[in-house]
């Protein structure tokens, strides 16, 4: 229980024993940032990075010194090679990518997902189907992609119509997960709303328990959906904001794509 000697209304009770009920690990967090100022005194502009100096420029047109873009390539070979540099890079999950979707009322929603294949025939990613995102996609099979590789300053912009994996693949990919992302998986009632966080863990321990040392199958509620671009743009940083940009789009299924720059 939190003491505090004041006389208190009901609505401040309920926020002391919503406090009382945060974790120790949390409160002392709240208590840092209210100690630094976040919540008081400090502005968002004195947080955000003051735009790059004639000097920054200088060290990043060093660095990204490359050729232009090239205009004839096959995108995903370009996106092969970007990807490549990325793994090199990036401190963790260069992989990781923003997926936008749109709800039945059209307004965008937008999550980060992890790249687990890509080839000719597009972009893959694995989900829960009953999430928010599956049940979009169910609605509207149309997305957008977006890699923005920081230590690079680049991005990619991927748009396209979604489609299912097969359930070969599907089954393939989760097999090779670990087994505790297995039961968590069949755990997790991914988007909907969760009482506590022991709630999950209790059921986690229900699936353990479930399936033993089994081999577990892949959930029903659990596959992958593949982006089939039909639009591709590169982003690549260069100085004073004269970005270069060059978008394929697709003119036939069978990989002709045409290109066109546009203006930063
Ligand atoms: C780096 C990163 C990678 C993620 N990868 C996945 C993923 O591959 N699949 C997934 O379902 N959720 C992934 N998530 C969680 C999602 O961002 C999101 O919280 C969850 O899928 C529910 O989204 P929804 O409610 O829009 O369906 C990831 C989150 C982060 C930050």
């Known amino acids: 229980m939190v003491k505090t000697g004041l006389s208190l209304g ?13 974790s120790a690990r949390d409160y002392a967090a709240i208590a840092r940032a209210s100690a630094r100022g976040y919540m008081g005194t400090m502005t968002a502009s004195s947080l955000i990075p003051p735009s790059p ?13 490359d050729a232009p873009l090239p205009e004839g390539a096959d995108p995903l070979a370009l996106f092969a ?25 059209g307004l965008p929603d937008l999550r980060m997902v992890l790249l687990k294949d890509f080839d ?16 979009q996609l169910a609605a509207n099979p149309q997305a957008a992609l977006l890699f923005h590789w920081k230590s690079l300053r680049r991005q990619v912009r991927v748009r396209g119509a979604v489609e299912p994996v ?6 393939a990919y989760f097999a090779s997960r670990a087994r505790a992302s297995q039961i968590g998986a069949w755990a997790s009632d991914q988007s909907r709303p969760l009482p506590d966080r022991h709630a999950l863990e209790k059921r986690v ?11 577990l199958p892949r959930p029903p509620h659990w596959s992958g959906f ?27 299924a069978d990989g002709l794509w045409s290109t066109e720059r546009l203006f930063p």
């Open 10 to 22: 009901g609505s401040s009770l309920a926020v002391i024993a919503a406090i009382a009920r945060a």
């Open 53 to 65: 100096s004639e000097l920054d420029y200088e060290r990043v047109e060093a660095e990204t010194a």
């Open 81 to 105: 090679a970007w990807f490549e540099k990325a793994k090199a890079a990036e401190p963790n999950d260069p992989n990781a990518m923003a997926l936008a979707t749109a709800d039945e009322a």
């Open 120 to 135: 000719a025939r597009g972009f893959t990613f694995y989900t829960n189907l009953d999430s928010a995102k599956g049940r």
């Open 166 to 171: 097969s359930a070969a693949e599907a089954d």
């Open 205 to 215: 321990a229900e699936y353990g328990l479930k399936f033993g040392l089994s081999a």
């Open 226 to 252: 593949r982006l089939v671009p039909s639009a591709m743009e590169f982003w690549r940083d260069r100085p004073f904001r004269l970005h270069e940009r060059l978008v394929f789009s697709r003119v036939a």
